[in-house]
């Protein structure tokens, strides 16, 4: 009898530690596939604010068109949180189709112009599209500059800024006629450029700070182990991935982007994500 009843223990033993085993693959596979909208915040600082100010820049890139909520009201609610000075599209906002059929999108930009001053790059998808003179007519109509090899001067905060984009189809664009002006000053200099892979080309200009989506965050990571596994401009294991990015006095920021899907490799351990930049002022 005692045998029989060791051996029932040790079969409800076994059968507790599949379902332990099976049950931590369901939570870690939720974890991995989880496409929950998330925050991801960089502070910087810098001497050309001045002390005690700060500016607050949200980056939105690659949402192709997803919706969030109705009216992309999650979407929305989260924008309006991190109390934003100025609101940055870093292309591909759009999807490979007619902008017309763009709905989610514009939903999106009708909102957001009400909150704070957009910029704008176009990114691959909008060139694609062959739709791209009409979503560059689009955008100006709602009052969002598209800076194609161009820049603006804006004053945030009492702050002197050069807000500058790229008009980069995929090669390495030549800016230096359009940007050839910008010299080193007090203005805090950011660059919107679509494309991560070609951040070497800018090194030489006096930008503190450059911007860049289209990775979509690697598709696939391994916290801690692997950054991303594939992107459209880098190929496997990009180097530019998501993330930020040193470059001398040059910083980089890549975004994951705000798509959910991609036609051929799902989103692991990769949310999407809106990206919030404060600049603090720091000066020594």
């Known amino acids: 009898m005692k045998t029989r009843i060791g051996k029932i223990k040790l079969t409800l033993i076994k059968k507790r530690k599949q379902v332990y085993f099976f049950t931590g693959l369901l939570v870690l596979g939720s974890i991995a596939c989880c496409n929950a909208l998330t925050v991801k915040e960089y502070r ?4 050309k604010l001045s002390t005690g100010s700060e500016i607050r820049i949200i980056l939105l890139t690659d949402l192709h068109n997803t919706l969030y909520g109705k009216e992309q009201k999650k979407l929305i609610h ?13 292309g591909d906002m759009y999807r490979n189709a007619s902008h017309g059929e763009c709905t989610a999108t514009r939903s999106l930009l009708e909102q957001i112009i009400k909150i704070a001053p ?3 790059v176009m990114g691959n998808h909008e060139h694609w599209s062959g739709y791209a003179d009409d979503i ?3 955008l100006n109509s709602l009052g969002i500059p598209v800076l194609e090899n161009a820049y603006r001067q804006a004053v945030v905060n009492g702050n002197n800024l050069i807000i500058a984009g ?9 800016v230096k006629t ?3 002006d910008l010299k080193t000053n007090d203005s805090y200099q950011i660059l919107l450029t679509h ?4 951040i070497e080309s800018y090194i030489g200009y006096p930008f503190d700070l450059a911007l860049s989506g289209h990775a979509h965050g690697g598709q696939v990571r391994i916290p801690f182990i692997l950054n991303g596994l594939y992107s459209p401009g880098e190929g496997l294991f990009p180097k530019y991935a998501g993330g930020l ?3 001398g006095g040059l910083t980089h920021i890549v975004s994951r982007g705000l798509s959910k899907t991609h036609p051929r490799l799902p989103r692991i351990f990769n949310r999407p994500e809106v990206v919030l930049i404060v600049i603090e002022g720091h000066k020594s």
């Open 166 to 174: 790229t008009e980069d189809t995929g090669f390495t664009p030549s």
């Open 118 to 120: 957009v910029y704008s």
């Open 78 to 90: 989260i924008i309006k949180a991190q109390n934003a000075d100025l609101i940055l599209l870093g």
């Open 245 to 247: 990015y040193e470059h």
């Open 195 to 198: 494309y991560p892979e070609n």
């Open 178 to 180: 359009a940007f050839a």
């Open 136 to 138: 560059r007519n689009e």
């Open 44 to 47: 910087l600082k810098t001497d």
